[in-house]
Every structure is written in structure tokens, then in C-alpha cells.
């Protein structure tokens, strides 16, 4: 059996309860070095086999879990965050398919809700913005034509950019050209939830500078949009004008 577990934004007590155990139970264990705390590690039982996927190619990550199956071991694969974001997940299920491999999956907490944690902020705020477009620049690994920066801006919607620190100065103008105002406040999330978490404050415009000021150059979240703003409207939940299921309206 291989279990995909989400080993959540950094922080060490943030991965699940489930995730914890199934870390605590595996034979064998390989984890995204380049991302994982390796902390998450430390709970691994004597003897457990851990290999590093940052050194690895999906061939020889296959034959770990394969060989693992064969002498009847258990693997946990770990990724960072929740593996459905960016993980590659889908070309690893897709082997273990082929190869008759059971699997399960363990969600983590993604980095882009301990982005949000770290802000104390909301994404979804009443009268600023009801959708979050989760998203990355084009760089060695393209994008849809469709899904471009600038296209996707277009909505004004809150935004939240995995994997483009090194492209800031592309991504500013992209968020630019596609609508944003260049005085949009946005945020730079550097290791949200780890030891040496940094926080960044600035506007759209401001991204690139801000991150050179600071010295951050990888393992960071671009949040942008209104939601880091001052304005927004109450929520309806909660007004006692707004009747229910469970509450009369209050006049």
C-alpha cells in the first residue's frame, strides 16, 4: 500500500492526525525534500527507509514504492502542502495503476491557507472578492495559453501565485496589463507557518523590489487582491436583518 500524504504548509503540528500516524506506521518513506520540514521525519520508526525525491526522477520513485510492495511494505509519499496543488501527483497514481499498486490519499493543509493564516486574513471577503484563482507564472514549465497571469487578472479576483518568486518583475506587469491597479495591495508569504516565516507588504507594483529588499528568492506565495485591503462589506450570515434556516430576522 502507498499513501500520498499532504504534509502540510511547514509547521510540524499542522500535518493531520492521519497523516501524523501514517508517517509514524511506514516502512518506507519518501518525502519532497526540496519543501518538507524535516522535522515531519523525526516520527518515522526505527528503521524506516526515507528517501529524498528531490534527488529522484518518477522512474526511480516508482521502484522505490514497487520494491517496497513487493516485500510487502508500506510506503507513505510525502508532499508538501495538499498534494493536489503542484504535486505531480497524477503520473505517480497513474504508474501505480498500471503496475496493480493500491493507493490512498491524506489531504494536507495547503501553503495558500497558511498564506491566509499568516495575514489573519480572508480571501473571500463580502463586496471585494467571492473567488480565489489559485495560479503560477509561465517559465520553464509553461501554462495554457487561456490561463496567462493577465488573463486570469482580468476577473479581479483575489489571487494566490505558487512557484514564480524568481519571476516577479513578469508576473507585476502581467497582474498589471490584466486589469489590477498597480497600487493593488498584494503580499509576499515566504514559508508560511515555518520557523523563519517572513511577511512582505506591498502593492503589485512593488512585488519585485519588495522580495530583492528582503532577500527572497524561492519557497514563497504571491497573494494579491482587495481582500488585503481596509474595505469590504459585513457578512450576511450574521445580520440580524438576514433571516435563516435557524434565525428570524431581527427588526
Not at 496493480?100 to 463586496?127: H, W
Amino acid at each position: 500500500m502507498v499513501n500520498f500524504v499532504g504534509a502540510g504548509c511547514g509547521a510540524p503540528d499542522l500535518i493531520t492526525v492521519r497523516g501524523a500516524r501514517l508517517i509514524a506506521q511506514a516502512d518506507v518513506i519518501i518525502y519532497a525534500g526540496s519543501l518538507v520540514n524535516p522535522a515531519l521525519l523525526q516520527s518515522a520508526r526505527q528503521g524506516c527507509e526515507i528517501y529524498n525525491s528531490a534527488q529522484m526522477t518518477l522512474d526511480e520513485v516508482i521502484d522505490v514504492m514497487a520494491q517496497a510492495e513487493r516485500s510487502g511494505k508500506t510506503t507513505v509519499r510525502l508532499h508538501t502542502g495538499d498534494p493536489c496543488l503542484y504535486g505531480a501527483i497524477r503520473e505517480q497514481m497513474d504508474r501505480l495503476d498500471a503496475l496493480g499498486i493500491a493507493y490512498e490519499i491524506c489531504p494536507g493543509v495547503s501553503s495558500f491557507c497558511g498564506a491566509a493564516a499568516s495575514l489573519r486574513a480572508e480571501y473571500t471577503l463580502p463586496g471585494v472578492s467571492q473567488t480565489v484563482i489559485i495560479t503560477r507564472m509561465a517559465g520553464r514549465t509553461p501554462v495554457p495559453e487561456r490561463e496567462r497571469i493577465a488573463a486570469l487578472a482580468a476577473h479581479g479576483a483575489t489571487m494566490v501565485v505558487f512557484l514564480s518568486t524568481g519571476l516577479l518583475r513578469g508576473l507585476s506587469a502581467a497582474l498589471i496589463q490584466g486589469g489590477y491597479a498597480p497600487d493593488t495591495p498584494a503580499a509576499i508569504v515566504y514559508k508560511a507557518s515555518w520557523e523563519d516565516e517572513k511577511i512582505c507588504r506591498c502593492t503589485v507594483a512593488e512585488l519585485a523590489q519588495t522580495a530583492a529588499d528582503n532577500g527572497i528568492t524561492r519557497t514563497a506565495l504571491i497573494c494579491v487582491g482587495g481582500f488585503l485591503g481596509d474595505s469590504y462589506q459585513l457578512s450576511k450570515l450574521y445580520d440580524a436583518a438576514f433571516e435563516t434556516e435557524y434565525r428570524k430576522a431581527k427588526t
